[in-house]
């Protein structure tokens, strides 16, 4: 393969590419509010369009429905791509998702969230640039790119596209349970580009996932919401008993007060520790990255242990509190307080759910409250760690000095894609890639979400060169 030719190809077609996602941009495909369902379907129906022109066989699984702001909703399909059946030819399995975050412009965004600008800079600004409509786009030029040189594809593609990841990917557990020896049999390893660059300079590989627990804290009490020059003072008001629980799940350092979280997290060793000292990333990245300087930690090596390696516990909102421009005074007779727990290896989800449980009734119960308190895992997922000495990292580490002419570093992320470990233990602990295309100040779930036009261009031509390393490496 003339990787130069491949290269200037890429190049040649970069305005082509960057009007897909354009294009793809423009469909809002909110997973999580069900007045945008119609979208999702649309943006699945968008991709099956390009499948068929580039005559990728596919299959739209249904995966039935599910309740969402009190509405039976169908979920979005699940599309399962194949390109290529040579029994001779390694097959890779792709995975990524075409649903996004919620955006509005009045969250803060500099721009319209679903119209694709691209920046002085060269920055392509809008929701799912880079989580996830970047990268899964950039499978399907990577294809394109191959026929239109006319070029034998390398391997056969197995392609896994799902539309409620950014809502608890509904539903794919249990078809990937189903097909793990029917459409996924022959899959040799599995790859997802749904992650991020440590930084903003060096490129990474990622082998390593937080898991999540995700809560729902319901306090209720009044029949209905009260004045609080009338009652206050002669009610238990929930907003008061959810503060005080909130109070007691994390100090202000990030240490989580709930009694054995810590136990099972696995112990650091010397190997462990010595990969850190090696990696490329500086504070101020952090910095820059969250435009503050607030960070806890006054290192590199500290911040990076408690992004990938430690437990952490956020809190995310409350739902049915007064939260308006100007006063209200109003006693909510019912409030939701949300919040999550990022787990590590070696911990359980079944158990992380008994320690919140058990905890936040014996600290409610100390409250004397009247009020009702009502605890909900919403989601969970198991935290994940893969071997990098599998040729399918060593494929990859030799594509990114190809394409970048520099060798990857090895990371983990702190974040969670729990499908990732369903992939490796239902397709018998096969092997499973994070191999990222944008940088790590993308700004994913946030305001102004943005994929470098280079990063995105070069994806392109890091995916391709991928597969190209994957179809010449041994396998022994």
């Not at 169908?74 to 059946?85: A, H, T, V």
């Not at 392609?159 to 539903?171: D, H, L, P, R």
């Not at 590989?205 to 009490?221: A, D, E, P, Q």
């Not at 010595?274 to 290192?299: M, P, R």
Request: aromatic share 10%; glycine share 10%.
């Amino acid at each position: 393969m003339d990787l130069e030719k491949f290269y200037n190809h890429i190049d040649q077609n970069q305005d082509l590419y960057v009007q897909r996602l354009r294009e793809a941009v423009a469909i809002p495909s909110v997973s999580g509010d069900a007045s945008y369902r119609n979208d999702v379907f649309r943006m699945g129906d968008w991709l099956i369009g390009i499948f068929e022109e580039l005559g990728i066989n596919y299959k739209a699984e249904d995966i039935g429905t599910h309740e969402l702001d009190g509405q039976t909703l169908k979920l979005p399909k699940i599309l399962l791509g194949s390109y290529g059946n040579d029994p001779n030819k390694k097959t890779i399995l792709v995975y990524g998702h075409y649903d996004v975050q919620p955006a509005l412009k009045e969250d803060g965004w500099g721009t319209d969230p679903w119209e694709l600008v691209e920046d002085s800079q060269g920055r392509l600004l809008g929701r799912g640039s880079s989580d996830d409509k970047g990268p899964i786009i950039g499978w399907l030029n990577t294809i394109e790119a191959y026929q239109k040189l006319e070029l034998e594809f390398p391997v056969n593609l197995k392609i896994c596209f799902e539309g409620m990841e950014e809502s608890g990917s509904e539903g794919i557990d249990d078809l990937i349970v189903r097909e793990a020896k029917g459409y996924f049999k022959d899959v040799d390893c599995v790859t997802i580009s749904d992650n991020y660059w440590l930084g903003t300079t060096k490129p990474c590989l990622t082998y390593g996932l937080r898991g999540i627990s995700y809560f729902k804290l319901t306090i209720s009490g009044p029949g209905r919401d009260l004045h609080s020059g009338v009652f206050g003072g002669t009610v238990h008001e929930p907003m008061t008993d959810l503060a005080h629980l909130f109070s007691k799940l994390v100090k202000a350092d990030g240490h989580i007060l709930i009694p054995g979280i810590y136990d099972d997290v696995a112990k650091l060793d010397e190997t462990e520790s010595n990969t850190y000292k090696t990696i490329q990333f500086k504070q101020q990245e952090l910095h820059d990255a969250i435009d503050s300087d607030n960070s806890i930690h006054d290192n590199e090596i500290d911040t990076l242990m408690h992004r990938w390696r430690y437990p952490t516990l956020s809190l995310h909102g409350i739902e049915g509190a007064f939260s308006a421009p100007g006063a209200k005074t109003v006693i909510p007779a019912k409030v939701i307080g949300k919040f999550s727990i990022r787990t590590v290896p070696n911990m359980d989800p079944d158990k992380v759910t008994q320690l919140v449980t058990e905890f936040l009734d014996k600290e409610f119960a100390k409250l004397g409250s009247k009020n009702k308190m009502k605890l909900e895992c919403i989601h969970d997922g198991k935290p994940w760690v893969a071997n990098t000495d599998h040729w399918n990292y060593v494929a990859a580490a030799k594509a990114v000095e190809k394409v970048y002419h520099v060798k990857p570093d090895l990371t983990r992320e702190g974040g969670s894609i729990p499908v990732t470990l369903t992939f490796q233990e239902a397709l018998g602990d096969k092997n499973v890639l994070l191999l990222p295309m944008g940088r790590g100040d993308d700004g994913a779930h946030s305001i102004n979400e943005k994929l470098d036009r280079s990063n995105y261009i070069n994806g392109i031509k890091l995916f391709g060169t991928y597969l190209h390393e994957v179809a010449h490496i041994k396998t022994e």
